[in-house]
């Protein structure tokens, strides 16, 4: 790999801001705010920023990355497809419970659901990316789809994962925003008590860590190697051709490490455009 | 252009959603808020969202996505530097303004400053956002860089306009959250008046208009050609080789359709070496 020494850094410090974040939200909870419970009291929507910071922006943000661990390059491209299929379906099981925790809270206290920007955006995330990943079964996983189907969705499928990843980050800082202004009174948020101070950095903590997943996902020669993605999964009815041009589809930015040689100017012009459409440059 | 028609289709999406943005906010100071005025009220407060959302959003979102509309690709490539670090220039300026209006109307109500996630991170995405417009022109618009440092910073250039954008959409909806919190008081936010609904779709329209940006700024066949940005611009001391250089960093992905070619095994290596440190592909 190259850069491997900058790609650990970068690694390192993504998993160490996540990790800190994930321990100041358990710290708000416990700490500043009533802990958890499941009674429909303030304990319980508490849930739902623990789960949202945890699965909602932690694991999932792991997820996004996990094909470009370089130590995983030796395991199957169908493995690595379980293991990210398997961490956002954790993701999205926590964030469901977090919206749940939400809005059996809301309706404990007789508070309006689905009134605010935060909960408009929140859910319209959730449901996107329950959408993101039964897509990405049915087409990336489930050995049905065509080659053609799979060179043509996966731009897409890489760049609502990256927007999405960005808009649930959004709508976490909007609600942080909502829950000070709730929660703080005497001393009002705006008389930056320590809480205030103390969540605002969780917030902070939540941008550099999405900053750090995206540097990470976007960086072409960071991509899986050619290889070890030809083995797996070959579509029903795939072609060498095919599998070829699925390897080139998440492996082309290391063409000219790896076994694969172009020979032809018509192979390098397919080459080109698979690259153009997306396959290697989505962020 | 590939996609001609695709892309007309979403940049005349983004100009309506942008521009629709714009009147909304318009509509909400005038019709739901207090006007405009600079006189410590209200009215000095409502430069902030009118302006963010003009200059700091809409402007700063034409600005990232000048150099990929096709009819410019016959203008050279310094007349388009320049009119992006123009539109940039603008919207820098109208957002110091908003900023200004925010805290001089905080001052003038005595009103804490930058106790808020929302200032913190609007405040962080307006630095780096200056710091961005001033090594941009440095490095790319002045003629003095070398071509290696301009490979070198053009991936973490890009990378970093993109995400500043977004940030600075997120902290748009996080400031919509506060202020409506703050000014709705009876009828509340949490009740949905009319005022409620119509901004919280300005806020949804804000993130469509970001998506549509990102996904028109990050296809790789859609930028610029490569013969129209080799004559400009070359750096001082710069070479024929340098300037090569540059035009791959700038338009490789349209190689196989300009007049460059590729003939050698090496020079094939150097073009994929420059794709992948990102000049081809970022976000």
């Given amino acids: 790999m190259e850069d491997y020494g900058r790609f650990l850094a970068l690694l390192a410090s993504a998993l160490l801001v996540g990790f800190v974040s994930v321990i100041l939200s358990f710290v708000w909870v416990f700490h500043y705010r009533e802990g958890l419970s ?53 993701a999205m099981i926590l964030a469901i419970v977090a919206m749940v925790a939400a809005f059996e809270y809301h309706n404990a ?37 065509p080659v053609y189907l799979r060179a043509l969705l996966m731009p897409i499928h890489v760049y609502s994962g990256l927007t999405i990843f960005a808009t649930v980050i959004a709508a976490a800082l909007m609600g942080i925003t909502e829950k000070l202004l709730f929660s703080l009174r005497d001393p009002a948020y705006s008389s930056s008590p320590p ?57 082309s930015s290391n063409a000219d490490k790896s076994d694969m040689r172009i020979n032809t100017e018509a192979a390098r012009k397919q080459n080109l455009k698979f690259d153009e459409s997306g396959q290697r440059s989505t962020m």
Wanted: aromatic residues 14%.
């Fill in 195 to 251: 809480e205030a101070t103390f969540v605002n950095c969780l917030g902070l903590l939540l941008v550099v860590f999405g900053l750090l997943i995206l540097w990470m996902a976007s960086r072409p020669h960071w991509k899986r190697p050619l290889e070890e993605s030809t083995k797996v999964l070959r579509p029903i009815g795939g072609t060498a051709e095919g599998t070829e041009v699925e390897s080139t589809m998440t492996s």
């Fill in 38 to 90: 499941w009674d429909g009291s303030a304990g319980e929507f508490n849930w739902h920023p623990l789960l949202v910071v945890t699965g909602f922006v932690f694991i999932q943000g792991i997820a996004i990355i996990v094909y470009r661990l370089p130590w995983t390059w030796k395991c199957s491209k169908l493995l690595m497809k379980f293991i990210h299929a398997g961490l956002n379906t954790i």
């Fill in 109 to 145: 206290q007789n508070i309006p659901n689905m009134y605010s920007l935060h909960s408009w955006i929140g859910l319209t995330a959730l449901i996107f990316y329950s959408l993101q990943l039964f897509f990405g079964f049915a087409v990336f996983l489930l050995p049905f789809a």
